[in-house]
């Protein structure tokens, strides 16, 4: 990984390291395709190879079948595309937990103003138990409420939401309302279990946690939102026989599918999860990455002037969010960076973000302790 040469990163909850092989993948499919002739004759056998492998490797990836795949370009339209797809009315609500990114929910404001919607949030960022997550979902949700919006792993926080059970628990309302999940920080990072397979909508990247190329996400769909949801940007590859205009839209997950997108990028994120899985399951990594964040997590503890923003324990998750006392986040993250040392700080709430993952080592976040030991101490 080229890109972690030099400095000691913690920063893949905003984008991992693209490995070499990952973009000598890239390169290769590349000049295959040019190779077959990027429109010729031969070239589409090839092509539809491809995407299958690709569509398969998430599917295997989320533990769902292929046809409930998307492809997309990130989390941002694998959430709007199929959400502005819903048969809203009038006078619906949709429930938002206070913990989501700002992306998300300007994509529900603006779904909101135009369809006549009542938005509603509910209070996550404090919540340290599933119990008290599935209580403060339960007072938020009203008889209109026809859409809950939350992320699997908050990006801020670094708490793992149920999701399995909050879709139980939406599915047992009578109106049943849609779960979309946000899913940036949580594939490649978690274990995912059913969650993917248990929301309505599960939108995740390619370029966070899974360390591929930028530029290629996808989304999960129920089979209800399959039947249920129309597409919204509308491209021949929403339809089913894209020579004829009167077609039909795709079944499957390709009806939200736009149009002529960059293979190449999926051969690099395919071996991107190779490489992920030949280090070890899902199980194993997520446990590797908890032992490092629990590290972090301990070593904060110990410095003063600094305050984890999970005050009972480490995270079970690669997010360390923490607050140091008479700094701002910001300045904090330049000084940090000059000694090499790479954070991101957030606005809500104030504080820095440190991620861990399997390429993470104990020196270097024994290094970043000493840091912020020493400017705890005026050094």
Aim: proline fraction near 6%; include cysteine.
């Amino acid at each position: 990984m080229p890109a972690l040469t030099g400095k000691h990163y913690f920063n893949y909850g905003g984008q991992g390291p693209l490995p070499n092989d990952s973009l000598a993948a890239m390169v290769a499919c590349w000049q295959k395709l040019q190779q077959l002739g990027p429109f010729g004759r031969d070239v589409w056998p090839w092509l539809n190879l491809e995407l299958s492998a690709l569509r398969k490797a998430l599917s295997q990836l989320c533990g769902v079948p292929p046809q409930r795949i998307t492809l997309t370009e990130n989390v941002s339209s694998g959430c709007v595309l199929p959400l502005w797809g819903l048969p809203f009315e009038a006078g619906d609500r949709l429930l938002i937990s206070n913990a989501e990114h700002p992306g998300v929910v300007a994509a529900c404001r603006e779904l909101a103003r135009r369809q006549g919607l009542a938005i509603d949030f509910f209070p996550v960022q404090q919540v340290r138990s599933d119990s008290e997550l599935l209580e403060a979902l339960n007072q938020g949700l009203q008889a209109r409420t026809r859409l809950v919006v939350l992320s699997h792993l908050l990006w801020n926080t670094g708490v793992v939401m149920p999701i399995a059970a909050v879709a139980q628990q939406l599915q047992a309302k009578q109106n049943q309302p849609w779960l979309l999940v946000d899913a940036a920080q949580s594939v490649g990072s978690l274990e995912l279990g059913d969650a993917a397979a248990q929301a309505d909508i599960y939108a995740f990247t390619g370029h966070k946690w899974c360390c591929g190329p930028e530029g290629l996400g996808a989304v999960v769909l129920s089979e209800r939102v399959l039947a249920e949801a129309n597409p919204t940007l509308i491209g021949w590859r929403s339809l089913s026989n894209e020579s004829e205009g009167s077609s039909s839209w795709h079944k499957d997950g390709r009806r939200f599918e736009v149009a002529t997108s960059c293979v190449p990028l999926g051969a690099g994120l395919r071996r991107s999860l190779q490489l992920l899985e030949n280090f070890a399951d899902a199980g194993q990594r997520h446990g590797r990455i908890c032992e490092l964040s629990s590290r972090l997590w301990h070593g904060l503890t110990t410095i003063e002037g600094v305050e984890p923003l999970l005050e009972a324990g480490p995270p079970q998750s690669g997010l360390v969010s923490f607050r140091m006392h008479n700094q701002k986040p910001a300045e904090l993250v330049n000084y940090l960076a000059d000694a090499g040392l790479h954070l991101r700080s957030l606005d809500d709430p104030a504080c820095l973000r440190a991620c861990t993952h399997i390429t993470s080592t104990e020196a270097e976040i024994d290094l970043l302790l000493e840091h912020l030991a020493n400017i705890s101490k005026g050094g």
